[in-house]
């Protein structure tokens, strides 16, 4: 099965842009989605496929990919958008089993 | 409204068999897979498996195959995941989870509130 890599950690100072990044070889294939998971509450979908936003989920969030690589960016950081952050993706065996990555603290200073 | 309503916490003890439950409505259930993701107590989210109740037809992660069991009762709309032997590693909250696939992608669109099991002698 495949693995998807997350920075533990990662801090933004507030009304700044921060990006949050996804690795593995799955994303040479299928597109990551993205979501936020805030203490005590279950996790919400924030991007999916090749950049694409929920109803209700703010602007400010966006998506992109290159390579094994993707990419949750925020333009211009809130203080709610402290949570932590996981991407996954179709796991690269085609056979609809799903990867999580590890999952991405971010602070908001 | 799309809703996903899980059953509530429960307290084992090891050895014990444990089987819980996932109602949808406001959409068609039979007609989107939904599987389940485990989070450790502080730790990150891992992929369990899924069921497509419209056939029964079942994915499991190696790292739960085995393990547990995914079901589906698609007359009352409702998924299940069941332990037969629960162990104190089982100690987690539980999600279930529509999940949408396209050809180059998937994602989970709506989430369950979440079950907690605690597993303990």
């Given at each position: 099965s495949s693995e998807l890599t997350q920075d533990p950690a990662v801090s933004v100072a507030l009304g700044q842009t921060v990006r949050i990044t996804c690795q593995g070889d799955s994303l040479r294939s299928y597109y990551a989605s993205w979501y936020q998971q805030k203490p005590g509450q279950a996790p919400?979908?924030?991007?999916?496929?090749?950049n694409n936003r929920p109803s209700g989920i703010p602007d400010r969030f966006s998506g992109s990919s290159s390579g094994n690589t993707a990419s949750l960016t925020i333009t211009g950081a809130q203080a709610e958008d402290e949570a932590d952050?996981?991407?996954?993706?179709?796991?690269?065996?085609?056979n609809l089993l799903v990867v999580f990555g590890g999952g991405t603290k971010l602070t908001v200073l | 409204e799309v809703q996903l309503?899980?059953?509530g916490?429960?307290?084992?003890k090891p050895g014990e068999s444990l089987k819980i439950s996932c109602k949808g409505s406001g959409y068609s259930f039979t007609s989107y897979w939904i599987g389940w993701v485990r989070q450790m107590?502080?730790?990150?989210l891992e992929w369990m498996g899924i069921i497509y109740p419209g056939d029964s037809d079942t994915r499991y992660s190696p790292s739960f195959q085995g393990q547990v069991t995914i079901s589906a009762d698609k007359s009352i709309s409702t998924a299940y995941l069941q332990w037969s032997s629960l162990k104190?590693?089982?100690t987690a909250m539980y999600y279930c989870a529509r999940h949408l696939y396209q050809d180059t992608a998937m994602e989970i669109d709506y989430w369950g509130q979440g079950t907690l099991v605690t597993v303990s002698s």
């Open positions: 919400v979908l924030v991007i999916y496929g090749k952050y996981y991407c996954n993706s179709r796991d690269s065996s085609g | 309503v899980q059953s916490a429960e307290v084992k107590p502080g730790k990150g104190a590693s089982d």
